[in-house]
């Protein structure tokens, strides 16, 4: 296997190869653009480093000593020469950019012999003690992880000491006598000498980089970008040019386009007498792009003209690196520049007007997850502020406001004109007005299919979920982290979108989907196959949902319109002692049901529309038994209090997720379904009778045997039967079908099929039956874990198990249509939002899914990307 590329040798098609600069080095090689020339040593040789205990594979060095020699013939020069040394830059290249995250080492070659050679070859000795000083600084952090701050508290010390503001000022003796000092650090800190054979020091230098693959920013970053761990980083050994050499050089970084806005003009910065860390690590303070126009104007404008060739070759926007070595320009490196969401969307359509790119490309530029920046209130990137703890990011966008701590208190102060933030423990269904009430919630238990995550993300309100380190006082009406205590009226803002919790009040930016947004969304549904509905329970989601283009409703939860002032009543028909008294309350209740489906068939009308009939167990609807128990023990109890004690006690089971919901409650408490089958359907004819369309599914959840959907199915259309009789309009077309959200009902859909006219796969409940794992408990007890020790590759709750909970959908697909082949096919779950999940759903050919209203946009995209054959770095097979 060779190890070992001069830039000659490739092409910006081998980033798996060569990595992304790598390949782009040798791309703007071979279209004779003026690149220092160089090697790659590919990324292969970086997994077998990795597979052999962090060893260089057999031949490596030898190849380099053979790239180096030709490397050294081409510049007439040697690698630590003592008289004319040639140096280098040892750099990183993933596959993916993954910019600051690995490492670089400048000016190697370097020593105390080759620093004379250079002072007298460039008759500037300051250049050359400045470019030893830069040297051993980077190699003692990167290569012997020397703390940075060592170094630079010694160069502070010394622009102290001789009054001067920046390092330009510093002198060559100044600069010559740091190095020493640096050289000491290095003893001091690692216990070896400074190496001065140039050999060693590139082998050090490319270990290093090898080792960055696996540093802690690095794993941070692909983890977030879902970048897979085994794809390994090429070396680019490059020849050095300086921007340091005096005024007449600089260096800099150029976008062809503004990477913030999309503007298309060129956009960056520039410092004179200056190498690139200056720029990038913010070390000075830079000039814009234009200014370097006034300082050299021949090389600006050969850098314009050739940012714009860059840009028509890759038919994007471009970052570039440049230096400028005693006015001649040289290209470090470019690569397809990262962006916003907002410049994103611009430059897609743009570039698709110009002619650049086709509307193919342009849905596909724009990815699916990008979106959530501009579907949400965000913290404006300007702004300074320090976070005192970091949560689950449960629902996205940013939030500020005054802390309450019961439900109660954050509706009366958000009806009194404040901006409230609800601090819980967790939620339950109890809490929902004071939800709706909140601008944001924050709990410190619940994972992201918890009660508070689940429904923040369908009303569209910012959440951070799981800050396990949230000490809540819901006496003291306080909340403490670390050393801080928070008080109840007291303003913190919450960011949805990273988890962050902040003490005080955080600018935040309201972003404005328009324009290039409503475009790339047309376009993707030209792409797209699969439908995208949405998970509304009130009619106002539904609404939000539908300006975002849901194209019906996959999944309306009936539970939520049995709470707040409704409460009572179902308490009521839960405490009946007999039929009649049960009928009673059933009865006010339906008068309710039927105008929530009105309202939910208004605002889709015409569209499908997904009613879940009642999943949670009873006790959901009941106060809690330890704190009636302790009323009662206070004599605060009276008779009514103490029946709802003893209801809540015998409703009251060891694993309520795995006992009496769903359509077992259904089964033994019959009324209950037999209402609301009759509500939806009475809701259903009142709105065709003024001239709506709906369309009308009522779903039976937690079926586990087709005898179970049988009998209610039967139910179901006895109450239909009946109420299309008495009815003076008479029926409306509806179907029957189920929530596939265990295991068994996968492994038996076939048999549930020969009932259902169609599934809906509830992932959050199949995904928790199928790992055993209690969604709202493993977020914050061991999921951080496993994914740092890659015992799973993603968060089951974030994106489909493909290998488990796919393996149970798949084959509840096959066997569902194998029964009935027109049978409708869906997911409901909250993987529905989440583009790789809904890439795996296309692959097995769903008819839809269905997400929270905010995610409708970001699932319209990552369709038509499935429906193109997009896969991003960590989709997998």
């Not at 300082?295 to 060739?309: A, G, T, V």
């Not at 009366?412 to 819980?424: D, F, N, P, Q, T």
């Not at 009040?505 to 993707?524: K, R």
């Not at 408990?777 to 890659?790: T, W």
Request: some cysteine; aromatic content about 6%; glycine content about 10%.
């Amino acid at each position: 296997m060779r190890f070992v590329f001069p830039f000659e040798e490739g092409s910006k098609e081998q980033k798996y190869l060569l990595g992304g600069k790598g390949a782009n080095l040798a791309e703007m090689t071979n279209l004779g653009l003026p690149v220092p020339p160089g090697f790659t040593i590919t990324t292969d040789a970086c997994k077998a480093y990795m597979a052999s205990g962090d060893a260089l594979p057999d031949g490596l060095l030898d190849e380099v000593a053979a790239a180096l020699g030709a490397l050294e013939a081409k510049m007439g020069k040697q690698l630590g020469d003592p008289a004319d040394p040639l140096l280098v830059s040892v750099r990183s290249g993933a596959p993916f950019s993954m910019p600051g995250m690995m490492d670089t080492v400048l000016n190697l070659g370097l020593n105390d012999v080759s620093v004379g050679g250079l002072a007298q070859q460039t008759s500037n000795p300051r250049f050359a003690y400045d470019s030893y000083r830069r040297f051993v600084q980077m190699f003692g952090k990167i290569v012997l992880d020397i703390a940075g701050d060592k170094f630079e508290d010694a160069l502070e010390e010394l622009r102290d000491v001789r009054g001067v503001e920046t390092d330009p000022e510093l002198s060559a003796d100044d600069l010559k006598g740091l190095v020493e000092r640096f050289k000491a650090i290095v003893y001091a800190e690692a216990g070896i000498e400074f190496p001065q054979d140039p050999k060693e020091q590139l082998r050090h230098a490319i270990e290093a980089v090898f080792r960055s693959w696996n540093g802690e920013r690095a794993r941070v970053y692909r983890r977030m970008e879902k970048i897979p761990d085994d794809l390994g980083t090429a070396v680019n050994v490059q020849t050095m040019v300086f921007g340091n050499k005096g005024d007449d050089s600089g260096t800099g970084v150029a976008f062809t386009r503004d990477p913030a806005t999309g503007e298309n003009r060129p956009y960056g910065d520039f410092l004179k007498n200056a190498q690139g860390e200056d720029v990038v690590a913010g070390i000075r303070v830079t000039e814009p792009l234009d200014a370097m126009g006034n300082e050299f104007p021949d090389c600006h404008r050969e850098l314009l003209d050739l940012m714009q060739r860059l840009q028509q070759h890759y038919r994007d926007m471009c970052d570039i690196e440049f230096t400028i070595e005693q006015g001649r320009l040289f290209l470090l490196q470019t690569r397809v520049g990262k962006r916003t969401a907002a410049a994103a969307l611009r430059m897609a359509v743009e570039m698709q007007a110009e002619g650049l790119i086709d509307t193919r490309e342009a849905v596909l530029r724009v990815e699916p997850a990008q979106l959530d920046q501009l579907l949400h209130p965000q913290f404006d990137p300007d702004a300074n502020y320090a976070a005192v703890t970091k949560g689950l990011n449960a629902s996205p966008g940013a939030a500020v406001g005054k802390v309450y701590f019961t439900a109660d208190d954050a509706e009366a102060h958000h009806a009194a004109g404040e901006a409230v933030i609800l601090v819980r423990p967790e939620t339950s269904p109890d809490d929902l007005h004071g939800m709706i009430a909140a601008e944001g919630i924050l709990t410190s238990r619940g994972g992201l299919v918890s009660h508070a995550a689940v429904v923040a993300g369908g009303m569209g309100t910012p959440a951070v979920c799981g800050a396990s380190e949230l000490s809540i006082d819901l006496d003291a009406r306080t909340f403490a982290v670390g050393g801080t205590v928070v008080n109840e009226g007291e303003i913190i803002s919450i960011n949805g979108t990273t988890g962050e919790v902040v003490v005080g009040a955080v600018p935040v930016v309201t972003p404005d989907p328009s324009g290039p947004f409503d475009v790339i969304l047309g376009w993707a549904d030209q792409f797209r196959r699969m439908k995208v509905r949405t998970n509304a329970d009130l009619p106002h989601d539904a609404q939000v949902a539908r300006r975002f283009g849901a194209e019906g409703i996959g999944l309306c939860r009936t539970e939520h319109m049995f709470l707040g002032d409704r409460l009572p009543l179902v308490q009521r028909f839960i405490l009946a002692d007999d039929p009649v008294e049960e009928e009673a309350a059933l009865a006010e209740l339906a008068k309710l049901q039927r105008a929530d489906f009105e309202g939910i068939f208004e605002a889709m009308d015409g569209l499908p529309v997904t009613i879940r009939l009642l999943d949670p167990p009873l006790h959901e609807f009941l106060p809690d038994v330890e704190e009636l128990l302790v009323q009662d023990a206070r004599g605060n109890l009276d008779d009514e209090g103490r029946r709802l004690l003893a209801a809540a006690q015998h409703w009251r089971e060891a694993n309520p997720m795995l006992g009496t919901r769903g359509c077992r409650l259904g089964i033994i408490k019959p009324g209950l379904y037999r209402m609301q089958a009759r509500a939806i359907l009475e809701a259903a004819i009142a709105r065709k009778r003024v001239g709506g369309d709906p369309h009308v599914e009522i779903m039976i959840p937690l079926i586990v045997t087709e005898p179970e959907l049988a009998l209610l199915d039967d139910w179901v259309r006895e109450v239909a039967a009946d109420t299309f009789a008495t009815a003076d309009d008479g029926a409306v077309n509806y179907m029957v079908g189920t929530m596939i959200e265990t295991p068994r009902a996968a492994l038996v859909a076939g048999e549930i099929a020969d009932v259902a006219e169609f599934f809906s796969f509830g992932t959050n409940d199949l995904t928790q039956m199928t790992l055993g794992f209690s969604r709202d408990d493993v977020e914050g007890r061991f999921m951080s874990e496993y994914l740092e020790l890659k015992l799973l590759r993603a968060n089951p709750f974030e994106t489909l198990d493909r290998e488990g909970v796919g393996q149970l959908v798949r084959m509840a697909v096959a066997a569902g249509r194998a029964t009935r082949p027109d049978i409708k096919l869906g997911i409901c779950g909250e993987h529905g939002g989440d583009p790789a999940s809904v890439q795996f759903c296309d692959e097995i050919g769903l008819d839809y899914v269905s997400c929270s209203p905010y995610r409708v946009p970001i699932a319209r995209l990552a369709a038509a990307h499935a429906a193109l054959g997009a896969a991003g770095p960590g989709a997998t097979a």
